[in-house]
């Protein structure tokens, strides 16, 4: 039952559970109607909210939350709500010593009456990216490593582990790891994707902040079986985190996913500078890229060939499995009559050549191109014969695809296209449709799979692959060449080539 | 420095309020003694309101902002401390000092004390306190670990420790470094982390061709930090500073104590060190510098 009050100085106590690091405070307020056109409605009212500790002293908050104001110290405004309750919700930082937060609801302005529908609530979280400094996480993270088996140090730009995305390479690596017996610690770009700390048996996962504290705690314990990979992240961290781990006697392996000195070009990456890069390169025990032009370009900047490799990236075993009957022979059978293309993933004009997609869709009005992804340029003029889906899971993916008579990866030709190893070319192989692609990496190399070389290849390409017939031997070729392409198989590839030799070590 | 005092008076309560993060938050969170919070600028001074309504402190100590004089109630003992040697710094801080308002001035070394009688006003010389940083004994000593937890590869290790400010000048370091047999390397401990710097020192490091000579570490805690000074002291190393003025000299300070030998060239406190591991060089004298390093290893 909801009970009206008018404000009038009321304090709420809170205690504080142990371990709390934020709380939520949700205050549902009003003004009656006859308020509405009221000059300073947005202030009508406040809540202040003081801490403290046990003995009931004030602690100091946090700077991040609150304004504050000489007469009632720590405050947020009501957003209240004319006529009907609105809610206000105000988070805050709780300090470990902290045992209560008294919250008043005041009336800031007298002439505009406000009311509380209800008191205050509060609910009270451990945030884990304020939990993950805690010794005994970390200290987790690194007891119980079997005999002969690694810490990883993954230091990334790619999410955390629990990213509902399917994961980049070190995402999908770091579970390959794992699954070694390795204990994999692992440092996304950012805290998104950060829900437990323990995402697995093996994974560990902490914001970037606490890699010192790590090494701290590794190099106290004298840990000498430890990697060090900074994967397509060379800021100025992970090179002193390089220098650092070599002169602990650890190996050190920079992973080049992509040529981030273009990724900066085009206006990603703020981060990145070229010297720091080439640092990296010239610094670390090994480097690991994804294609020969990126090896190339890493010895160009001072690798050394004897230590630099490329291993692409792959397949997950369980989605070839998955996708079997989508590379029957009734499979690629039921396409043939198919007049779709399709593509998925990001579309921005950074790389994506729209100019290049539409033009083709504009002149081949009989072929349908269906794209999902996330990131196309507003007001684009897009064809009838284009359908953008946007996002879409990787389920709905599965059903969309098998109405496609084809994949496309149709980028702009640039350094930035050169260096990729396209993930979407293993899906679309895996669901079992030819691809048309512009030159990039080794996916020459790969079955069921064209080139174009110019704009006007990329048309009869299409035209080609739609009037076309599958063979039986390409179905062979597709199922050889997917079987050697598991991330689990990527992963024993690292380990050995950073052991020297042998598999599993 | 701060954290330091925090240890060395454990009976204390410190409140540590910082206006910027310069890394090194988790070493203060540590101290039982201590509570530390970063606040930005603009709030500072409600927030300084607030906490001396409830809190009531016995002094306020306050560094590199004279401003903050003026946002704490009249009753509250009020002591300033001087620590930076860059002139233009200085007197801006005693240009926009309340001096009316402060009780106490601290400075960490006699040359300072000289230094700062002779720019304030007349009237407050009586105010200046020589009170020398504290190093922490427990953790900058020469007691040996048996393990090594650095590896120099067989090279003869040079220490440089600090900002990449014009002030530090890490670029003397740079260029001593390319003077020298290659058997020396530069490690090069970095209390700085803005890209823009860091590049910076690694282009001039690669013009001159010593990147293979070259380590950069970040965030080191104060025991690797001293593990890095006694490990270099048994492979020969010497810490170098090339810094162009020191109000007290913390790092040559922390290397002495760790047993390892300093060149460095002679400014501002660095002589009331007094100890004989500390060879100093006319400052700016480059080639100077580089020969002092080498008869450190002749035994000169």
Known sequence: ????????????????????????IEVSSFVPVQFAEAKDLRKAALVSVHLTDSEGEIVIPSDDDLAISKKVGPYSYLNSGVGKPQTTVVDISV?????????????????????????????????????LLMKSQINEAIKNIRPAKKVIILYTTAPGMDHPSLGLRPNRLARVFAQMGHRVIFFPFGSAGIENTRYAENIYQFTRDILPELNDRLSRLGASNVVFICSSFPDVNAIAATDLAKSFGWNTVYEVRDDMEEFNRVGYSKWYHRRLEMYMAQRSNFVVTVSPYLARKMVMMGAQESTTTVIPNGVDREFFTKTAGLRTAEAFSSRAKSRTIGYIGHLTPSWFDWPLVLQTARKNPSLQFEIIGHGAPNNINIPSNINLLGPRTHDEFLVISRGWRMGIIPFRKSRLTYSVDPNKLYEYLCVGIPVVSARMASVDTAPLTRVYYDDAQFADLLVENVQGYFKYEDLESLEDYLSKCFWDQRGNEMMSFIAGGGGDN | MLRSRAVAHPAEKHWFLFEQNWGGLEEFNKLANATTRIISGGQLQLYIHYITKNISFDEVRITSNPILIGYFPSNVKIIYEFHTSN???????????????????????????????????LGHEKKIIVQKNIIDASIFNEIRKESCLFDFEGSIPLIWIGRFDLGKNVSD???????????????????????LRMTEVLSEALA?????????????????????????????????????????????????????????????????????????????????????VLSVRSGE
Request: charged content about 25%; some cysteine; proline content about 5%.
């Open chain 1, 1 to 24: 039952m909801v009970t009206e009050s008018m404000i009038e100085d009321r304090e709420f106590i809170f205690d504080v559970p142990p371990g709390s690091t934020r709380a939520t």
């Open chain 1, 95 to 131: 300090p470990a010593e902290c045992a209560r937060v008294i919250v008043t609801a005041r009336t800031w302005v007298k002439e505009i009456e406000t009311y509380l529908t209800a008191a205050p609530k509060i609910t009270f979280e451990e945030d884990p990216a304020k939990n």
């Open chain 2, 87 to 121: 002139d233009v710094i200085l007197a801006r801080e005693i240009y926009q000092m309340a001096w009316n308002r402060v009780d106490e001035v601290w400075v960490p070394s006699n040359w300072m004390f000289t230094k700062i009688k002779e720019l304030i006003p």
């Open chain 2, 173 to 195: 370091f740079i260029k001593t470094l390319s003077l020298l047999p290659d058997e020396y390397i530069g490690v090069v401990v970095s209390l700085d982390s803005d890209l």
């Open chain 2, 208 to 292: 001159f061709g010593l990147w293979s000579r070259l380590r950069i570490f970040l965030n080191l805690r104060p025991w690797q930090l001293s593990e890095l000074n006694r490990q270099a002291a048994m492979h020969n190393g010497i810490y170098c500073s090339t810094s162009l003025g020191e109000s007290f000299g913390y790092t040559v300070a922390e290397a002495s104590y760790c047993g390892l030998p300093t060149v460095a060239y002679d400014v501002g406190a660095l002589r009331e060190h007094n100890t004989d591991l500390i060879r100093f060089v006319d400052v700016g004298d480059l080639f100077g510098f580089a020969e002092e």
